[in-house]
């Protein structure tokens, strides 16, 4: 007889538990916080399975593989399941309208010209859906090469007042992911300073998108709400 803890059901309630936990252990609510499933390199049937088990966030950073996968999932649940989908990787600017036909969240802001074609797109859909909201974190450049995705923390605040100049765009806070050659408390550390600083100017956007199967807990300990969890639910990736 197979081991419960080694199926979908079990692998996501043994998440799910030290997820709760660890918001406890912080002296936090568990529901103030999102716990999203990574589902990339898996087929649609598996979100199916997850939404069965109760799963509702799910996190995908392809659109060519995301956009027919939430067209099959939508296709499969009707209108009547509130579940999200969260756009997780580096964005193409030629790919901001596709994004946008599933996921009203964008946890991968990362530059200016980005930004414009969000704008652009978000503008677009205003005119036929004047109450279309888009929430977007703005990523965090943890590292000394200005070459690589995201916003130095240097530069945070002067994006974030771009951002905001985007009345339909939620600035809901930052996103990080911790360097694997350093202990990821250092960069949690950075991404909760990031995220002070910019509730200190934009209370609303307390949100910090970071920790995933490895390090959630410790990132759950310095303040992160939304962490991304794969493997250590989905199982081996096909």
């Known amino acids: 007889m197979p081991n419960q803890n080694d199926s979908l059901a079990g692998r996501l309630a043994g998440i799910q538990s030290r997820f709760d936990n660890a918001f406890i252990s912080a002296g936090r609510n568990p529901v103030d916080g999102t716990l999203i499933v990574v589902t990339k390199n898996h087929p649609a049937q598996l979100v199916l399975d997850l939404l069965e088990l109760g799963g509702r966030d799910f996190g995908e950073n392809r659109d060519q593989e995301a956009a027919p996968k939430a067209k099959e999932v939508a296709d499969s649940v009707g209108t009547g399941l509130d579940y999200r989908w969260h756009f ?63 916003i130095q923390p240097a530069n945070l605040l002067d994006f974030a007042s771009q951002v905001s100049a985007f009345s339909a765009i939620d ?44 390090d959630f807990e410790a990132a759950i300990k310095f303040g992160a709400t939304h962490v991304r969890i794969g493997t250590a639910i989905t199982g081996t990736r096909v």
Do not use: W
Request: net charge neutral.
């Open 88 to 150: 997780i990787g580096q964005l193409q600017s030629n790919k901001v309208r596709s994004v946008l036909q599933y996921s009203k969240i964008i946890h991968s802001l990362d530059r200016p010209s980005l930004l414009t074609a969000i704008g652009k797109e978000v503008q677009r859909k205003l005119e036929v859906e004047p109450e279309y909201r888009l929430g977007v974190f703005i990523q965090l450049n943890l590292t000394d090469d200005p070459a690589r995705g995201g």
């Open 171 to 214: 600035l809901l806070g930052v996103m990080g992911v911790a360097s694997l050659d350093r202990q990821p408390e250092e960069d949690f550390e950075t991404i909760r300073s990031c995220s002070e600083q910019l509730t200190g100017v934009y209370p609303h956007a307390r949100f910090i998108s970071a920790g995933m199967s490895q």
